[in-house]
Every structure is written in structure tokens, then in C-alpha cells.
């Protein structure tokens, strides 16, 4: 095995512009707005494929199928089986996204959905001035007022919070939270490998046939049914940083499904991570060369690699590197312990997995649910 580049899938939902093509120079139609580009994906039939050695022309899916723990590594396959968990892309939000939420795994499960929950965090590579998001729920939110909110069709302002993107923040969205991403904003997004979710404003998305009528009617209650109804601070998750490997090392958001870590390196770079998983690493600024397996590639400001598990590399930055890092976790180990190491207070460290239910780091903390509201 050896790091692994992919060519993305591409999604063509109606809020997409031309970002892909002027910000991070990718190979997209031209004439054509592109709204998500799926860097790793193992999901049905929206499959990335690989471009570089002598896998070249190979799905995830068929990684998978051949490779099994030895590409996920065992930790992995114990844990999930023939299911690759995470899901990496780019969004480019030229448009204002649809008003929706994502399940839990709970009730993916009991309302028998083919998707598993969906948890997700955004890395905003660039926003716009101006530019915002809603998350999470206003104040004093409840079904019966969400269900009002919708039926007059006041399907953002008055049921989410609103607030200001900056380029470099991290928002985290874990299942249930209200949400949705304004225009003008360029993110990257991991998440679980899911694409359930239930929106009460699919405005343009069954015109283009992206959402069927019958669903688009059902969703609003499935939203309502499912949705968190708390007060909190709906900001950016507040970063924790560390400096090793010649890298600075930065926590941008965790939970159980996933870490996501911004590093900035000039020096080179011997990567192994010594638990049984694999990595994805995703450059966002700058370019560098990845070897490791015997093979070197090359990957520049917009594309990603997956690093196989128990493989070591080394990364050598052509200057100025900015990549983002995404894995899953023992939270206990990976992060707590690891960044409490690193001097970070408990309440640092709680900070990123926002606030309330969708934060798994409180209870690890012995923190309450609403340690971080207010």
C-alpha cells in the first residue's frame, strides 16, 4: 500500500458555483457550476477512484472489498467492518444551502433509512465578507414554534441562528443540529459516511431532481421529530494547538466519528500514526510531496490523500504547507489525554465538540451537557 490520491465526484446541486475552478484550480466542466467535489467517498454508486500507482482506475469500494483492515487498519474494521466511515469533500457555496438537519444514527436506524446518522464539521477555506451560517436553534425554539416557522415559510431567520463565517473557523454540526451554509462561503467538510438528512426548505432541489416530491413533503416533520432544541453557543469551536513533528499541530474539532487537525509545516515531515488507522490528508495551502509503499506523489491546494494504516511517509513541503487531517478516534487517548499533555485545560479541550448533546468530549471530561451553553 502507499498514499493514496483520488479523482474526486462530482455534485452538481444548484447552490454550486465556480470556486472549484478559480480558488483551488480543479479539473471541473467548464460552463458548469459544481457545488461539491466528494475527495474520498465510498458511498453506493458516488465512488472516488484512484489516479496514482499501480491502483490506479480502482474505486474505494474495491480497496475495500480487496484490502479490508490492512487499508483501515484493524482498530477500524473491528469497529465499522466493510463500511469505510468518513466522507471528505469540498463545498462550494456560491448559493445559500437548503434549511435541513441529519439524524442520528439512532433514528437513521429505527426510521430505516440506508444511510447511518451524519455528523459533520465545516473548515471554511474562504468566506466572503459578509458571509454566514445558521447553527443550531434560536432561543426558546420548540416543535410546535418550528412547525409555525415553517408553515409561514420563515425557514432560516426564524428558526436558526445566524453567524458570521471567517476564513480558518471551524463549525461543528453534529446530528440534530438545524443548519445550513450561506453563500460565499468556500469549505471542506468531513463527516460520517451518510447522506441522510431532512430538510423543511428544498427550495430548487426538486425542480432539479435532486429531492423527490414525496420526500420533500415528509422531511419538515422528520426534521421537527429529530431536531435538538437547545440554546448554546452556536459560534466557531475555539481551536487547540500543539507544535511536533515539525508541524503545528492544530485540534480543530472532534468527536467519536471523527478528528479534524489543520497542520502548517515548512520542514519535512515523518508521519506514522502507530494506532491501527487510516489517515486522510488534505492539503489546503501550498504543496508537498507524500512517499511512503515505495511510491511519491505529489498533491497540491485542493487535493487530498488516504494514507493506508500502519504506513509510514515522509512529507516534504514546497514551501509554506497548510493541510488538514481527518481520523477516527480514541477521544481518550487521541485528544484528552493528548492535548491535556500538551497543557490544555479541560474546558480548552471540551470546546471542540461545541456545545450540548452533540459534544461526546463532555461526559469523557465529567463536564455537564450544558458546560459550554449560555
Not at 124 to 139: M, T
Not at 199 to 211: K, L, M
Not at 281 to 293: E, K, N, P, Q, Y
Request: hydrophobic share 40%.
Amino acid at each position: 500500500m502507499y498514499p493514496l490520491k483520488f479523482k474526486p465526484y462530482l455534485k452538481f446541486y444548484p447552490y454550486g458555483g465556480r470556486r472549484f475552478a478559480e480558488i483551488l484550480d480543479k479539473d471541473v466542466p467548464q460552463g458548469r457550476d459544481v457545488a461539491e467535489t466528494w475527495e474520498i467517498s465510498d458511498h453506493g454508486e458516488e465512488q472516488s477512484v484512484v489516479e496514482n500507482g499501480a491502483l490506479a482506475g480502482r474505486t474505494l469500494r474495491e480497496l475495500m472489498q480487496q484490502f479490508g483492515a490492512d487499508l483501515v487498519g484493524a482498530d477500524i474494521w473491528n469497529r465499522y467492518g466493510d463500511y469505510f466511515p468518513l466522507l471528505l469533500k469540498f463545498l462550494d457555496c456560491d448559493k445559500r444551502l437548503p434549511a435541513h438537519m441529519h439524524p442520528n444514527d439512532a433514528h437513521a436506524a429505527r426510521l430505516g433509512l440506508k444511510d447511518k446518522g451524519k455528523t459533520e464539521a465545516w473548515y471554511i477555506l474562504q468566506a466572503d465578507p459578509g458571509a454566514a451560517a445558521y447553527a443550531g436553534s434560536i432561543p426558546g425554539l420548540s416543535p410546535e414554534s418550528f412547525r409555525a416557522a415553517i408553515a409561514r415559510g420563515d425557514n432560516y431567520d426564524g428558526v436558526m441562528n445566524k453567524v458570521e463565517t471567517a476564513t480558518g473557523n471551524t463549525y461543528f454540526v453534529p446530528p440534530g443540529r438545524l443548519h445550513a451554509l450561506d453563500g460565499g462561503n468556500l469549505a471542506f467538510e468531513v463527516q460520517q459516511n451518510s447522506d441522510a438528512g431532512f430538510g423543511w426548505d428544498w427550495a430548487g432541489f426538486v425542480e432539479s431532481g435532486v429531492i423527490s416530491p414525496e420526500d420533500a413533503k415528509a422531511h419538515p416533520e422528520l426534521a421537527i421529530e429529530c431536531a435538538y432544541y437547545e440554546n448554546g453557543a452556536q459560534e466557531n469551536t475555539e481551536y487547540a494547538a500543539v507544535n511536533e513533528d515539525n508541524a503545528e499541530r492544530t485540534f480543530c474539532a472532534a468527536c467519536q466519528f471523527f478528528v479534524l487537525e489543520r497542520w502548517r509545516a515548512t520542514e519535512k515531515i515523518a508521519f506514522h500514526d502507530e494506532a491501527a488507522r487510516f489517515n486522510s490528508l488534505t492539503v489546503i495551502d501550498g504543496a508537498a510531496t507524500f512517499s511512503g509503499g515505495g511510491e511519491t506523489v505529489s498533491a497540491r491546494r485542493g487535493e487530498s490523500l488516504l494514507i493506508p494504516a500502519n504506513l509510514p511517509i515522509e512529507i516534504e513541503p514546497h514551501g509554506n504547507l497548510e493541510m488538514l487531517r481527518c481520523y477516527v478516534p480514541n477521544l481518550e487517548v487521541d485528544v484528552i489525554a493528548r492535548l491535556r499533555a500538551g497543557g490544555k485545560s479541560d474546558t480548552e479541550i471540551a470546546a471542540l465538540g461545541s456545545y450540548g448533546q452533540g459534544n461526546d468530549l463532555l461526559p469523557l471530561l465529567g463536564m455537564a451537557q450544558d458546560a459550554l451553553s449560555r
